[in-house]
């Protein structure tokens, strides 16, 4: 069964950085898309960044300029390293992977930002 175990959560202040992590039980190069959403307390999930297997990016407007994300294919680990976070990046953060056209889901971390 495939898994996928985020970490990397935790509470921060506003302007500080969290780098999170997400490793799958099968080859990270096996994926299509490694991805990470996030959801807010009332609100709809949504996309935050994405990473094709071929390296293409894309980051939702709302981190742009302070959230990269990055994979590391020997250690099967997609990151998410955040900067200049404000108090409404607080979410769950969710690790998605696209493998063989089924999507798995991590449990996701919590990130919560105070100001």
């Known amino acids: 069964q495939v898994q996928l175990v985020e970490s990397g959560g935790g509470l921060v202040q506003a302007g500080g950085s969290l780098r999170l992590s997400c490793t799958t039980s099968e080859s990270i190069s096996r994926f299509n898309t490694m991805s990470w959403y996030r959801q807010a307390p009332g609100k709809q999930r949504e996309l935050v960044a994405a990473?094709?297997?071929?390296?293409?990016?894309k980051y939702a407007n709302s981190g742009e300029g302070r959230f990269t994300i990055s994979r590391d294919n020997a250690k099967n680990t997609v990151y998410l390293q955040m900067n200049s976070l404000k108090p409404e990046d607080t979410a769950v953060y969710y690790c998605?992977?696209?493998?063989?056209?089924?999507?798995?889901w991590g449990k996701g971390t919590l990130v919560t930002v105070s100001s």
């Open positions: 990473i094709s297997s071929g390296g293409g990016l």
């Open positions: 998605h992977g696209d493998y063989y056209a089924y999507d798995y």
